[in-house]
């Protein structure tokens, strides 16, 4: 079993910035891709930022420019710094990699439990 615990939201004003940190634990051979997704009141969870496992990113149009994504293997880690933060950025973010537990098995999606980020004045 692997579990995703993701740190760092919080309250900050327009303008302000978070970092986000996720970590994965429990049984775990590699991890492919991990990303951050956000899910605001009434809204669809969607995409804001993904790395694969060779550092390629790609970012929600809505957080290019001020988010950066970033990964730490050796401590099977991923990062969001997010910077120029705004009221439409508020929501609950979510951690999610793919992980596989040894080397015959295949990548399973994990989620983490989510971090509310709110930026208001």
């Known amino acids: 079993q692997v579990q995703l615990v993701e740190s760092g939201g919080g309250w900050v004003q327009p303008g302000g910035s978070l970092r986000l940190s996720c970590t994965a634990s429990g049984v775990i051979f590699s991890i492919d891709h991990m990303a951050w997704y956000r899910q605001a009141p009434g809204k669809q969870r969607e995409l804001v930022a993904h790395?694969?496992?060779?550092?390629?990113?790609n970012y929600a149009d809505s957080v290019k420019g001020r988010f950066t994504i970033s990964r730490d293997d050796a401590k099977n880690t991923v990062n969001l710094q997010m910077n120029s933060l705004k009221p439409e950025d508020t929501a609950v973010y979510y951690c999610n990699a793919g992980v596989r537990y040894d080397y015959y098995s295949t990548y399973e999606n994990y989620w983490g439990q989510g971090t509310q980020v709110t930026v208001s004045s």
């Open positions: 790395i694969s496992s060779n550092d390629n990113t």
